[in-house]
RNA sequence: GUGGGUGUAGCUCAGGUGGCUAGAGCACCAGAUUGUGGCUCUGGGGGCCGUGGGUUCAAGUCCCAUCACCCACCCCA
């Protein structure tokens, strides 16, 4: 049997490999225009962090996560996120005793065992941001407002911006209560799924789709008139800031997110249009998490977004081509006793910072030619007897097809002015 | 984990009810044009027909299993 990829796991190839380079492009720096800076934490981390950052009743831990065991018998686990890595090394590096908020951006491989579909894979990319030691409600404004600003650098118009709150722990406890109350009556109605979320969580009950379940549950307390009025005060903050920047928004009071370390602000963004996985991005505030795992009391919001998601949508748009791929110059020897001369002259012109090309199959010149012309190359030096008995180079501008004979000594030097022209000629 | 769909050349796909050396378009390579690209023409290389088993004189075609991909549930980004 051939050897592929394994399940959920894929290869970015050239062309599409540039696509991503521009989508990381505009992801790091407008993170980086926002005040956040790059951290970049292991692959693998010991289980037990995920277990405890991320919840022991989530479905991430219970079915969703790479675990091994290392030759010394640690057990590790590939991260299914990233969020529980940065509190580890914001506590482990002692970052709170320094200047506050600290704020970082991340991208990179996350692992997560579930069945592939369109836009949900087994090994794939996020980029998400963090920022720790502040409880300002502008702060989570100002993490929402990052990711709005980042869809609209990459040309995404249509989107669903989704925001909530879920409480502290403290007034969600008591609302968990009440729901619990108002749903145990009617529980034997639910959808098996239900009957088990009913058990584990029973926020997960209102978004559910089943209509059968709203039916149910129907008049069911909403978490939003159970706010404390402290967090109902930081919730009419964010919204207050969303406003002022013109940020539209919806209330959701059913959007209840799945990882155990959320707090007040939770929010979702969906792109329609995208197949059934239309969450390009998610977050919130997670206050007790810094704790959990082992910190000081420490407030922290950030967000994530799927890469492989905003491909999708930024795919529908058909955005413009991105031709990074082409060469400037092919060199074409019209004859194999000028290899030498042709790959000293290649050198030169790289080391220009000139995208310089020429053949390795051996083939023909005109042969050479049709390759220069696949490459995309703007202009071809041809080298044949007569360019080195008298010491020039042919230099063919491939779309005028105007050939000049150009000194041997000044070709670079031409070249390059070439290349300027072509370049501030195009815009 | 559950359900549905699909697996034939690098890619997109043809191959009624089983029957000779399995086809097309595109792509790739070469030649026409041995010192010159895009168009055209000619030729060429490429296939364990996803894999394993079964039925049959005979399987790309029928049956079973398995794997993979796609779509959806679930969950999430």
């Not at 926002?34 to 037990?48: D, K, L, Q, S």
């Not at 702060?139 to 709005?148: K, Q, T």
């Not at 007569?386 to 230099?395: A, R």
């Not at 491939?398 to 070249?415: A, R, T």
């Amino acid at each position: 049997m051939q050897l592929k990829a394994p399940r959920g796991t894929y290869d970015i190839l050239p062309p599409d490999s540039s696509k991503w380079q521009y989508i990381e492009g505009i992801l790091k720096e407008t993170a980086e225009t926002f005040g956040y800076r790059e951290i970049r934490t292991p692959i693998f981390e010991h289980t037990e962090l995920f277990e405890r950052g991320v919840g022991t009743s989530t479905d991430i831990v219970t079915k969703e996560m790479y675990t091994f065991k290392d030759k010394s018998l640690r057990s590790l686990t590939l991260r299914p996120e990233n969020t529980a890595s940065c509190a580890r090394a914001l506590i482990e590096h002692s970052i709170y005793s320094g200047i506050m908020p600290a704020k970082w951006y991340y991208i990179g491989p996350m692992f997560r065992y579930d069945r592939p579909q369109t836009g949900r894979y087994r090994q794939f990319h996020q980029f998400g941001v963090e920022a720790f030691g502040s409880n300002s409600p502008y702060l989570d404004a100002e993490v929402v407002i990052l990711l709005i600003e980042v869809l609209k650098r990459l040309g995404l118009k249509e989107y669903e911006l989704h925001i909530n709150s879920v409480g502290c722990m403290q007034c969600r406890d008591v609302y968990r209560q009440k729901l619990i109350k108002h749903i145990t009556p009617v529980k034997d109605m639910l959808c098996p799924d239900c009957q088990t979320r009913y058990q584990q969580n029973p926020l997960r009950v209102l978004d559910c789709k089943e209509k059968s379940c709203h039916q149910a549950i129907v008049n069911y307390p909403t978490l939003f008139q159970h706010l404390c009025s402290d967090c109902a005060r930081h919730y009419d903050m964010v919204k207050e800031a969303l406003q002022a920047n013109s940020i539209d928004y919806r209330h959701d009071d059913n959007l209840v997110r799945g990882l155990d370390y959320y707090t007040n602000t939770a929010f979702e963004i969906h792109i329609p249009g995208i197949g059934a996985q239309s969450a390009v991005g998610g977050g919130g505030r997670y206050n007790g998490l810094v704790e959990d795992c082992g910190g000081p009391d420490l407030p922290g919001i950030g967000f994530a977004m799927g890469i492989e998601r905003l491909l999708l949508a930024v795919n529908t748009l058909a955005a413009k081509e991105l031709e990074s791929g082409n060469s400037d110059v092919f060199i074409a020897i019209m004859n194999d006793d000028y290899e030498l001369q042709a790959v000293e002259l290649l050198t030169c012109l790289r080391r220009e910072n000139i995208r310089a090309e020429k053949d390795y199959m051996g083939r023909s010149g005109r042969a050479q030619m049709k390759y220069a012309d696949k490459l995309g190359a703007k202009m071809a030096i041809i080298i044949g007897d007569d360019e080195i008995q008298q010491g020039y180079f042919t230099l063919r501008d491939m779309q005028s097809k105007e050939q000049v004979q150009i000194d041997k000594d000044e070709i670079i030097e031409s070249v390059k002015d070439r290349l300027a022209k072509f370049r501030g000629g195009n815009g």
